[in-house]
């Protein structure tokens, strides 16, 4: 009698968000296809490129019906229809017959539908993981956050130490420490949020024309009215551009609050996020000033970080202790010390060509350590896997 044919380990990675344009799940795909296993993918929008199995769709209900939902329904009902019931009933319902030897989530989202679905979702001898990414107690504020979305959040917050749940990771080891702290699990594993190694080298420094840059989120919280106050104090060797995500109305208070200083502060269009290195190449310090408002902030170790090194700029960073341990290691920034407009431009008036041609350098040496080829073993050891290669040890 011929032996059975042993069939593939088969994965769904799921997040609650556009799972082709989401980097971080498109790695967890590309890590685990690179490990040969058959990976599905659940979330809104198109299947990801990366993904060599089914992708489940989740449609998005119409803003006027989440509006409504979130005003007048309670927790359990909201989720369902806002949710759980836009997840394809082959998922939903359990006819897929508990065929997945891994599960991967991303974010609290989805830990509602799956701490009821697993027993019909994961193999009896299957794993189950979440990708904490940041700390989801501390990701909102403002007022109409209070008064509309904070009981459902923290509804959805309350599953995170779910026993349905094998292991998580997050992105920062401080991040990591609140949430062992405050839901009394084990220490989450650290997977940083670093995009695929590019292969370049610094541009020239122009001691005339020193190019500043921040990128990402349009968010006044991230000290962006900051960068553009230190600029009315920054000498004229130096120049600034944002290119800015969302955010319609705090682009707009930039853009006033930058009128008076002319084309030293301009603003240029994003672009998609596989091209950010390349474009980021032609400048030389990526600014990232986010004073710690939130606990997030505080530990703030953001996808931009390791995008300008990847780019091989310099790095002006604020006090966050993350990134202070990342540039004190590698070389490749200043630490500005105080989170008001005065202490970034004294930092910054402090540079000479030759110390932002270092720091660029520095990027360059660092590149190869902070790439996603060396954080899959990261990612591979929070899954308990084998195959992960590359990478350091991490404390």
Known sequence: MAAPIARSKRALVASDSPVARDPRVLRQVRWLTELGWSVDTLGRGEQPPESNGKH??????????????????????????????????????????????LVVLNEIELLPWFAASRDDVVSAAGHAHVDLHEYAPSQRSGLAYRLVF??????????IGSPTIDTRSVVATGIGRLYAEK???????????????VDQAPTSV???DIKLVHHGIASLSRGLGLMIEAMKLIDDRFSLELMLVGGSDAVETLHRQAE????????????????VADVLNAYDLEVIFFPPLTENLRFALPNKFFEAVQARLGLVIGESSEMVELVTQYGNGVVVPGWEAADLARSINALTPDAVRAMKESSARAAHDLSSE????????????????GGRPRA
């Open 374 to 389: 060396s954080e899959k073993a990261h990612f591979v050891e929070a899954l308990g896997l084998k195959g992960g290669r």
């Open 150 to 159: 904070k009981r459902f959040r923290d509804w959805m917050i309350g599953f």
């Open 183 to 197: 839901f009394g699990f084990a220490l989450p594993t650290v997977v940083r949020s670093c995009p695929d190694f």
């Open 206 to 208: 122009d001691p005339a």
């Open 260 to 275: 008076s200083l002319g084309d030293r502060v301009r603003f240029r269009d994003p672009v998609d996020v596989r091209q």
């Open 56 to 101: 489940y769709a989740m449609p998005r209900r119409s803003g006027l019906f989440r509006a409504f939902a979130y005003l007048f329904f309670p927790n359990r009902l909201k989720y369902a229809v806002l949710v759980r019931d836009t997840i394809p009933e082959e998922l939903r319902i359990g006819q897929v017959g508990g065929m997945y030897d």
